[in-house]
């Protein structure tokens, strides 16, 4: 098969008379190279098959370009979150999973498998919650697929503060409302714990639409204090789509068998 299998990008920089070095050297060529052989620049490639095969003809996007893209967005997302070096450690490996537990957690290892779904959980300080969404937020990633997780509070103030003129920013208002509602995974956690102005409410409740409408091919994960009644109507609807899971965390307090804690849950206690 003389197909093209592998779009990896190869810096190819080639210098007069010479091949192979791909050192910036003071005498670039002045034939220059391809930045990416695969694709010749050109962003995508087209697959050698017969006519007649579902690929005849078709563009595809190369690894150059993908790969570039991804990375912004992983990086992205990271930078959003806030976990502390321990947070990031985090695995379902580490997790005390029981009784009280047990159910949120595998709808949530299924939902994760499946790249869809919302599952909303609900219950106490300290009943492991946040902990079960950093630890599945920490296994997407891992697993190379673009995740974050946030407290509504800091997504909020990282969407308000794009309008902030005294702030560098690499993202205006709207890359960052793309990069909240295309995030393959998006753990959203203290979901009745942000001030509600207008505008808060306004692009909380948006957000929630948004991921509620995308849910067949994302993963929605959150989590809260109060039950489904104390949110806004609208969000609540959203969440019990008969699609979605709703789990109410009982029993005693995971903290005191955690070697660790969250930031999140640490605030919350005090709060
Ligand atoms: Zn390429």
Not at 48 to 57: A, I, K, L, Q, S
Request: aromatic residues 8%.
């Amino acid at each position: 098969m003389s197909e093209i299998l592998d779009p990896t990008p190869t810096l190819t920089l080639r210098k007069n008379g010479a091949s192979g070095s791909t050192s910036s050297g003071v005498q670039r060529s002045l034939i220059e190279g391809y930045r990416c052989v695969a694709c010749k620049d050109m962003g995508f490639y087209i697959r050698d098959v017969p006519r007649g095969h579902p690929d005849f003809g078709k563009a595809f996007p190369c690894a150059c370009r993908t790969q570039g893209k991804l990375e912004r967005q992983h990086r992205r997302l990271q930078a959003i979150d806030g976990l502390t070096p321990a947070e990031r450690r985090l695995r379902f490996s580490g997790l005390h999973v029981d009784d009280d537990n047990r159910g949120a957690y595998e709808a949530i290892v299924y939902a994760l498998s499946r790249k869809r779904g919302i599952v909303t959980l609900y219950g106490k300080p300290g009943r492991g919650k946040t902990t079960l969404l950093v630890a599945a937020v920490n296994e997407t990633r891992e697993a190379n697929i673009p995740s974050v997780y946030a407290r509504v509070s800091d997504i909020l103030d990282y969407l308000r503060s794009a309008y902030d003129p005294d702030r560098e920013r690499e993202l205006s208002a709207d890359e960052r409302w793309r990069l909240l509602i295309t995030a393959d995974v998006l753990a959203l956690d203290e979901l009745d714990q942000f001030k509600t102005t207008p505008w808060a409410l306004e692009k909380f409740l948006a957000l929630i639409d948004e991921r509620w409408r995308t849910m067949d091919r994302l993963v929605t994960l959150l989590a809260g204090n109060a039950a489904l009644a104390n949110l806004p109507e609208k969000v609540a609807s959203r969440l019990q789509d008969r699609r979605a899971h709703i789990f109410h965390l009982a029993g005693i307090d995971m903290r005191r068998f955690s070697t660790w804690e969250t930031s999140a849950e640490r605030e919350s206690e005090t709060a």
